[in-house]
Each structure stands twice: as structure tokens, then as C-alpha cells.
């Protein structure tokens, strides 16, 4: 079955790099996303990788993925007050089915 | 387009009343997710339909729980009778088949007392 798993807290300094790690179950994990969630809102796709990948890249954001350990990891760079959220790792298999399942999100601090 | 539409924001009520939460998709988006989430359960996907139809709802959590699609612009979530335990945040998502990204509302606090 599907299992997401994530650490709850991270604190950083500003401009320092962040890195958020994720551990999933299920070998059919197809697409893996990276959301973010601002205080009182929605989640927002930051970014996503399709299992065929190792490594995306977007701006201040580096996804690495580790098929053989199933882990999954976003690197912040450069991180910045604005960057305080809590980040949810999510999967959803191949095919039809649309079912994306979330971990249980990591809360980033950002100390000035 | 003004994003995923949720409606109350917030929403108050008393143990064994009736609750509807209500959604507006982005237009032309073909599917609709409702998820809960609570601090001890994270986010779960309550039930999800494609073109109005629903495609899973093995989420939802008892027969107090209904959703309803009744047309490609609206959605109702209902809870006959509410308990405090159903007490989370509901959020509204919808997406197209051609994107991978999820459009989430700015979801319905609910408390019941």
C-alpha cells in the first residue's frame, strides 16, 4: 500500500540550504511531488519528478530521487524567511488512477 | 480564473448537526478531490471524481460522510450529523488530465462543538 513518510520539523538559518526528506512504500510511485503549504492556505506544487529521474532541478530547488532506497529529497538553497511553510512529499502510482497520497509534512523554520 | 472556490471558510456548529461544504473547480479541470486534514491524521483523500462521476471514495470515512457532483462547476461535501471528531480542515482540490499539478481551494475549518 501507499506510505509516505517525512520528518516533522526542520529549522534552518537564512541563506543556509535546506533539505527535506521523504521515504515512500510503494514501488509503483510513478510521479513524486514536492507542496508547499503557507500558513491558513491550500498546499502548492513546488515541483514534481517523474520515477524515470534522479535528480530535477528548478531554480533554488534540487528534487533528488533514490529509487533502489525509495527516498525522496528537495534542497532549498539559499533559504529565505519566505521559504517558512510546511512541505509535503506526495505519490501517486501510474496509469488512470488518480489518488495522490501525502506524507505527513515537514515544518520549515527559517531563523533570520 | 480565480482558483478553486471553497466555501464557508469557517464554519462552527453543534454535535449532531448537518454540515455541507461546498466547492467551485477551476473550469475545465475533469477531476475533483476532497481531502481532511487534522494534526493526527495529516491529509487524507476523503473521495475523488472524474467528469462528475465518483471514481473513489473509499476515503470516506462512515455513512455520516456523503459528496455529491451534480455538475462540472460545484461539489458538496455533507456531514448528517457532525461529531467533534470530524473537526480538521476540508480542502477542495481539482486538476486536468494534461497536468500533474493539484489545485487546492483555501479549504473549510471545521469545528464542532
Known amino acids: 500500500g501507499e506510505d509516505v513518510e517525512q520528518s516533522l520539523f526542520l529549522s534552518v538559518r537564512e541563506g543556509d540550504s535546506s533539505v527535506i526528506n521523504c521515504t515512500y512504500t510503494?514501488?509503483?510511485?510513478?510521479?513524486l511531488y514536492w507542496y508547499k503549504q503557507e500558513p491558513g492556505a491550500g498546499l502548492q506544487l513546488l515541483t514534481y519528478?517523474?520515477?524515470?529521474?534522479d535528480m530535477k532541478q528548478d531554480q533554488r530547488l534540487t528534487v533528488l530521487l533514490n529509487k533502489k532506497d525509495k527516498h525522496l529529497s528537495l534542497r532549498i538553497a539559499d533559504t529565505q524567511t519566505g521559504d517558512s511553510a510546511i512541505y509535503f512529499c506526495a505519490e501517486r502510482r501510474s496509469g488512470g488512477y488518480q489518488k495522490v497520497t501525502f506524507g505527513t509534512g515537514t515544518k520549515l523554520q527559517v531563523i533570520p | 480564473d480565480a482558483g478553486v472556490i471553497q466555501s464557508p471558510r469557517h464554519e462552527v456548529t453543534e454535535m449532531g448537526q448537518e454540515v455541507t461544504l461546498r466547492c467551485k473547480p477551476i473550469?475545465?479541470?475533469?477531476?475533483l478531490f476532497w481531502y481532511r486534514q487534522t494534526m493526527m491524521r495529516g491529509l487524507e483523500l476523503l473521495i475523488y471524481f472524474n467528469n462528475n462521476v465518483p471514481i473513489d471514495d473509499s476515503g470516506m470515512p462512515e455513512d455520516r460522510f456523503s459528496a455529491k457532483m451534480p455538475n462540472a462547476s460545484f461539489s458538496t461535501l455533507k456531514i448528517q450529523p457532525s461529531e467533534p471528531r470530524d473537526s480538521a480542515v476540508y480542502f477542495c482540490?481539482?486538476?486536468?488530465?494534461?497536468?500533474?499539478?493539484?489545485?487546492f481551494g483555501s479549504g473549510t475549518q471545521l469545528s464542532v462543538l
Open positions: 519528478i517523474f520515477s524515470n529521474m
Open positions: 473550469s475545465g479541470h475533469d477531476y
Open positions: 482540490a481539482s486538476k486536468d488530465i494534461a497536468n500533474e499539478k493539484l489545485f
Open positions: 510503494d514501488s509503483s510511485s510513478t510521479y
